[in-house]
């Protein structure tokens, strides 16, 4: 069988149960692409190839005793983020270079209790910090679709190496935009959920109120299924809700298009840096979505001006907070020779971040520290309520909202963007972030240079199963989800 790769989700998991493959089979197939591919695409951080054919013979026997669920002996990879036991957790960082988790993330257990086989772990911007991936210090991934070009950030592992079929999907987490940036530009589909739908224990953080986990594939259906499994209430994250989880495969044909209220901010469409294709595309897409049966409705979202700043200040304060723990003492990066205790904080912390990190690191530092704490930070907590409240204020006169998922398609890789223009890329994700809403991404063609193009939907609170439906529905009526780049063609 040379074409595994090439199946759905829901192939795989009936091949797997009708005996047409084995687990080991298709494991090995993914781990000989891997081998061949990844040299070029460089998506991949730790490649777990022993752990990963003794979960598939595991698997193999599952299914023969007939204790199998419907991902079992399904291959997957996890973003470098969610700690794993017993394998290097990096999060793209020196600081963590040697770190190996006593305990595995509760996305991780669950992926393991479900039957899944992984794979390994996926590169990303260092500690989810950028939109590129090229803050990575195991250097910069490369996006199938031109290898000259980022796959995005900071999740750009996870979408490199399902863009590559190098996996058939990954987990990423979105804290302002990372599982849907990098899908939008590798041409995947990508779910951030409401946050609190998805545990992060075991999940580095990075900015904890706004941090959430979610799938990445090829197809909403794809990442129904493995929605399924990371979705759910876990005690261990104070923060998870304990609500009852929707079947989203069950769920994929539940929302009617005809008839849905498609809300399409007039602020997003004007916005200065959004381009022309990007533009054409996402409205050829929601006239797609018009044939269907909805109907679009012209919305104001007035705080758009506010997202960057609030989230540039946010995510740093959170993020200084957050950080705080790598001091060489405990565990990651430890200078040599240190003179004193102060030394041994600062070498061991300015060797170990990066210039991304450190950059955020002051800046957090900054709008928390005393004299300013009011005038930042608290002012950035009342602007995210005004922010949230625009988007609730929508919600009740339609029933999603649609929006580029990013103004461009995928940049060159080293374009050097100053971080203040690659902050103002995150323009239509961030806001989702500070309100806590679900959004997905969804490819929706290409630009004059064959990169794909994203659409955004945004839902209302725990909506994941109708936003997966309104996907899975676009999907069955076209096919940009099914194109492939190049690099995923070639056979291992
Ligand atoms: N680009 C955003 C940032 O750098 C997104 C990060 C994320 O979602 N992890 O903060």
């Excluded at 299914?63 to 291959?75: D, E, H, Q, S």
């Excluded at 999060?91 to 963590?96: I, R």
């Excluded at 996305?107 to 590129?132: H, I, P, R, W």
């Excluded at 022309?276 to 705080?303: F, H, P, Q, Y």
């Amino acid at each position: 069988m040379t074409d595994l790769h090439r199946l759905s989700i829901r192939e795989l998991s009936a091949g797997l149960s009708q005996g047409q493959f084995s687990s080991r089979e298709l494991t090995q197939h993914y781990l000989n692409r891997i081998a061949k591919i990844d040299t070029q695409v460089n998506s991949y951080v730790t490649v777990t190839a022993e752990q990963a054919l003794a979960a598939a013979d595991a698997a193999d026997a599952a299914i023969k005793a007939g204790n199998a669920t419907a991902l079992t002996g399904i291959p997957l990879a996890h973003k470098d983020i969610f700690c794993t036991q017993g394998i290097k957790t990096t999060a793209g960082s020196k600081m963590l270079d040697n770190f190996i988790s006593p305990y595995d993330a509760t996305v991780v257990a669950k992926g393991k209790s479900a039957g899944l086989v992984t794979l390994g772990k996926v590169n990303m911007d260092e500690f989810a910090m950028g939109s590129t991936s090229e803050s990575s210090y195991y250097g910069a991934t490369k996006n199938p679709w031109a290898l000259d070009r980022v796959p995005g950030g900071s999740s750009g592992g996870s979408a490199a190496c399902v863009a590559a079929d190098l996996a058939p999907f990954a987990t990423g987490t979105d804290t302002g935009g990372s599982i849907r940036q990098p899908a939008s530009f590798c041409g995947l589909t990508g779910l951030k959920p409401s946050y609190g739908r998805v545990s992060r224990f075991g999940m580095i953080a990075y900015a904890s109120s706004l941090d959430q986990g979610g799938p990445m594939a090829r197809s909403a259906e794809d990442c129904a299924y493995l929605m399924n499994v990371m979705a759910g209430h876990d005690e261990r994250d104070s923060t998870s809700v304990n609500q009852e989880v929707e079947d989203y495969v069950a769920n994929l044909n539940a929302t009617a298009v005809k008839g849905l209220r498609i809300g399409i901010p007039k602020q997003y469409f004007n916005v200065a840096g959004l381009a022309a294709d990007v533009k054409a595309r996402v409205e050829e897409s929601l006239k797609k979505l018009e044939e269907m049966g909805a109907v679009l409705v012209e919305i104001d979202l007035n705080m758009t001006e506010a997202y960057v700043p609030t989230y540039y200040l946010i995510a740093p304060a959170e993020a200084s907070s957050n950080l705080s723990r790598y001091d060489g003492v405990r565990y990651g990066y430890r200078c040599e020779n240190p003179a004193d205790l102060l030394d041994l904080y600062k070498r061991s912390r300015s060797e170990g971040f990066g210039a991304e990190v450190q950059r955020r690191i002051l800046i957090g530092t900054y709008a928390l520290s005393a004299g300013y704490y009011d005038a930042y930070y608290v002012k950035a907590q009342k602007v995210r309520r005004l922010i949230q409240q625009d988007f609730l204020k929508a919600f009740e006169q339609v029933d999603v909202i649609a929006a580029p998922t990013a103004p461009t398609t995928a940049y060159k890789i080293g374009a050097s963007l100053d971080p203040v223009e690659m902050y103002l890329g995150d323009i239509y994700t961030i806001a989702v972030n500070l309100a806590g809403l679900p959004a997905i991404n969804a490819p929706v063609g290409f630009d004059s240079e064959q990169l794909p193009v994203g659409l955004q939907l945004i839902g209302n609170y725990w909506s994941e199963s109708q936003l997966l439906s309104i996907v899975h529905q676009y999907q069955q009526a076209t096919d940009w989800h099914t194109k492939r780049a190049a690099i995923a063609e070639e056979n291992a």
